[in-house]
């Protein structure tokens, strides 16, 4: 099977690549990667080369995209400009990314008859909450908060009309928050680890009481996988693994499995507009689908993480002054 991953040098896509080549040796894979500050060939070093194939090249480049299309059975598409931040400090990258190039990639596969499964996130829904009993399913309506989740839920409605209105082939699925190796040290989990390795206290957000529901990233790849292999064209499913966590109780975990005092860490400033809590039902991937997370543990997760940032500091070192320096422009 050869198969088309946009986005698969940053953090999700790559450990898609790694976690397809270790497990399907039928599987060829083509990666179309901008290669923006998000996304890096050292990713994909340790895969197996001899099956992949790296295109440094754009989703709304609609020649470019329409001869990968052409030349593959399955689209998994990953690629997206991903941080609320970044979002709020300049969103017009959001824009041409997630809609634009979603908009290109359901054009090819619309002509060339692919199936294709678009990779989203539960921040399309809004927020709930902290003492809501309802998640999000697949039957919430949509209600974005920020520019990303915005264009991310954008992205979703041209999928849902590309299924209803041109029968294209298409799945989608609405994940919570990943971490796991090669994410980004933009991103929370990373950011604070890397802080602690590098001497900088933990920067919290507001009063850190902000829930997200955590999962490992090869569980969210195992459950894209079931998806791929077991779901109808046009169905949805929400992707999570009962992660519930607020950012003070990840800040001090960090701290613990660090050996640092409990109290080592600063408030910095909120994020305009910053959703309270995510949290997902994911009944519909468990019992249509019959898959499971294996990393129930999130202490055990996060101390494997955290290992993983000790011994890959080549990887994340080189970009760590920057984005210190961007945070300390906005407070943060
Ligand atoms: P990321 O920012 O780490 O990686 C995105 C990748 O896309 C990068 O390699 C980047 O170079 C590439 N890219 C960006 N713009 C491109 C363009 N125009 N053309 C081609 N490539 C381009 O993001 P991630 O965290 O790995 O997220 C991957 C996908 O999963 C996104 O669609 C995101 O919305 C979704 N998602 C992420 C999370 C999470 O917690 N990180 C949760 C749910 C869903
Ligand atoms: O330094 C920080 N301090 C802090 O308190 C950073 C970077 C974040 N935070 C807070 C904000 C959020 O409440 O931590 C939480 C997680 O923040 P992010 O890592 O920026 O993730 P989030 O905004 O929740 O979005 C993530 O999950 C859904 C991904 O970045 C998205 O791509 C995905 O769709």
Known sequence: MKILVTG?????????????????????????????????????AAADQTRLELIEGRIEDATLVDRLVADCDLVVHFAAESHNDNSIANPAPFVTTNVVGTFTLLEAVRRHDRRFHHVSTDEVFGDLELDDPERFRETTPYNPSSPYSATKASSDLLVKAWIRTFGVKATISNCSNNYGPYQHIEKFIPRQITNVLSGIKPKLYGAGLNVRDWIHVDDHNAAVWAIIDRAKPGSYYMIGAD????????????????????????????????????????????TELGWEPRYTTFRDGLDATIAWYRDNEAWWQPLKAEVEARYARQGQ
Do not use: M, Q
Request: net charge neutral.
């Open 8 to 44: 698969g040098a940053g953090f999700i896509g790559s450990n898609f690549v790694h976690y397809t080549l270790r497990t399907r040796p039928e599987c060829r894979i083509t990666v179309l990667d901008a290669l923006t500050y998000a996304g890096s060939r050292a990713s994909l």
């Open 243 to 286: 992660g519930e966590e607020n950012n003070k109780t990840v800040v001090a975990l960090v701290l613990e499995l660090l050996g640092k005092p409990a109290d080592w860490f600063d408030h910095v400033n909120d994020r305009p507009g910053h959703d309270l809590r995510y949290a997902i039902d994911a009944t519909k991937l468990r």
